[in-house]
């Protein structure tokens, strides 16, 4: 059997186990676990240092979860409504997602799909069939993200069909890959995987990572080989209290990222996900930390800082305003060691 099945198989400590090494109330663990499904597999758990840090807080139930606000919902981006066909979310002229799975390698417990986890939907290969047809009948769309769940649990195989169909659409210029896998379950990047994936390009791939301790070297290998496979690696981070909000985190993340040859992509601000909100940042906050990147590393280190729109409304990208004053056509801005420059604007 591959490593990472042993790995997936080996499974997950149970609320007890949990309670008792953490010092936590098991019943309590119990209630939250039975509303969202706790899972996370040996390899990431290995990974916590101590109770309550950025990896301890991304995977281990917290009472928190069971007491949300009414501005939160359940299906905090409407994508119940952007489904024009099964597995299809389409908000987009252009592009739209394609749901192959609802398994992951671990529940994140922030994550907005949390309510795919109580009913499995796209599991089934007739729905995802059906859904890569109505791709296949509509010419606007060029980019198709396939995503879940984490479409690198499926078989390879199951994922290859799904792959080649997609990549024979004529219209379809690329495929997207998301994936919390790299991060979460290195040890599935295996050559057998990579030579498959080969076969579909121009490939890329996504790949979720929100803290630097999950960067380590099975990651970096896992990394390193998609990499070499010629597929071009992006990354996203939700933004998170408590995990990842802090400059030298955040900074020490991208760096880690880009050493990795991941240009990293996108910064979420966490979505208004039912049960979440221990974990959520002010977009204050998110924009200092957004202007601290700016200002101390590279661009090659800054994401796109972006908020989902709750109903359905679409990513909307918020930059740092380094413009202070307008004056005629002299434009006053602060440069990143806080001075002020002017700029002599051209009249339209
Ligand atoms: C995020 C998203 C995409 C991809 O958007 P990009 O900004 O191109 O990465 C496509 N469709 C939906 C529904 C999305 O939410
Ligand atoms: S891997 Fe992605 S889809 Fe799965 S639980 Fe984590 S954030 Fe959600």
Known sequence: MEKWRKILQKGCASPEEIAEKFHLDAGKLRAVA???????????????????????????????ELSGSADLMKDPLGEEAHT???????????????LVSNRCAMYCRFCTRKRK?????????EKVLQG??????????????VTGGDPLLLEDSLLEE???????????????????????????????????????HPLYMNVHFNHPDEITEESARALRRLADGGIVLGSQTVLLKGVN????????????????????????????????EHFRVSLKKGLELMDFL???????????????????????????????????????????????????????
């Open 294 to 348: 700016r200002n101390e590393s590279s661009g090659m280190a800054v994401p796109h800082y972006a908020v989902d729109l709750p109903g359905g409304g679409g990513k909307v990208q918020l930059v740092p305003d380094h413009q202070v004053a307008r004056n005629g056509k002299k434009v006053t801005f602060r440069n990143f060691c806080g001075e002020l420059w002017d700029f002599p604007d051209t009249e339209e």
């Open 245 to 276: 909000d802090d400059p030298h985190v955040l900074q020490a993340l991208m760096r880690r990222l880009l050493a990795c040859r991941v240009r990293p992509y996108y910064l979420f601000h966490a979505d208004l996900v039912f049960g979440t």
């Open 84 to 98: 024009p066909a099964p597995c299809v979310v389409r908000r987009y002229e252009d592009r739209c997602l394609l």
């Open 132 to 145: 890569i047809e109505y791709i296949r009948k509509e010419p606007a769309i060029r980019d198709v993200l």
């Open 34 to 64: 039975a509303q969202f499904p706790f899972f996370v597999n040996p390899y990431y758990f290995s990974l916590i240092r101590e109770k309550g840090d950025g990896i301890y807080r991304q995977c281990i139930p917290d009472e928190r």
């Open 162 to 200: 799904y792959l080649e169909k997609v990549h024979a659409i004529p219209h379809v210029d690329y495929i997207r890959i998301g994936s919390r896998v790299p991060c979460v379950l290195p040890q599935r990047i295996t050559g057998k995987l990579l030579k498959m994936l080969k076969k579909y």
């Open 117 to 125: 986890f109580e009913t499995p939907m796209c599991v089934d290969r």
